[in-house]
Each structure stands twice: as C-alpha cells, then as structure tokens.
C-alpha cells in the first residue's frame, strides 16, 4: 500500500501547479480522498477532500475557490489543480486515502495511507 506524490516545485505568486499523487496495493475508489498541508511551526491542515462515494469536498477558506480536488479512479491517481498561488502557500503537501468524516465545514482523519510529501514553494 503506497502513495507517491509528484508536481510540486517552485513557483512564482499568482501562478498554478497540479499535484499529483499515484496509488499502488490498493482500490483508490473505496476510500476518501485527501491533501494536507505543513509549514514549518504550523500544525498539518486540510486543503482539499473528497468523498468518493457522494462526491463531497471540503475546502478550508484559505484555499476556496482556487483548489480543486479530483479523482481518476481508473488510474488509481487523485490531482490537486492550485491556481493563484501565493506565498503563504509554501508548504510540504501530503496527499491521503482512507477512512475519513467529509463535511464542507470540515474533513477529520480517521484512518488514512499518507504519501511521503512533497515541497511547493510560492515566491512574491
């Protein structure tokens, strides 16, 4: 069971970038969806989940409107499309499957396979 992210990197303020996150040893449309987030000092949050099977998202209001989540379940590959980036997006992000509660006020980890993480840098 195994996660890998890939897409992240460095970019300017205001531009975009796809985060993708491959799934292997298991079934990605049996669980939900999820990328977080953690900068230094700052606790891991949520930006982005999905419920796959009602198809809810959660979106914290620092990201509304500028991060979408998405799911190729056929390829087994869920996508973070980051638009208008800004610099207080830098941040290590890590994408998750598994067991989670989805509300649009709020996505709580109950049991989840993370990815090793990958950088995005957002420079001003």
């Known amino acids: 069971v195994k996660l890998v992210e890939s897409g992240g990197g460095l970019v300017q303020a205001g531009g975009s970038l796809r985060l993708s996150c491959a799934a292997s040893?298991?079934?990605?449309?049996?669980?939900?969806l999820g990328w977080f987030r953690q900068s230094p000092g700052k606790e891991r949050e949520g930006v982005s989940c999905?419920?796959?099977?009602?198809?809810?998202?959660y979106y914290p209001d620092s990201v509304k409107g500028r991060f979408t989540i998405s799911s190729d379940n056929a390829k087994n590959t869920m996508y973070l499309q980051m638009d208008s980036l800004k610099p207080e997006d830098t941040a290590i992000y890590y994408c998750?499957?598994?067991?989670?509660?989805?509300?649009?006020?709020?996505?709580?980890?109950?049991?989840?396979?993370w990815g090793q993480g990958i950088q995005v840098t957002v420079s001003s």
């Open positions: 998750a499957a598994g067991d989670f509660t989805i509300a649009t006020t709020q996505c709580r980890v109950d049991f989840a396979t």
């Open positions: 040893g298991f079934t990605f449309g049996n669980y939900e």
């Open positions: 999905l419920d796959n099977g009602d198809g809810t998202t």
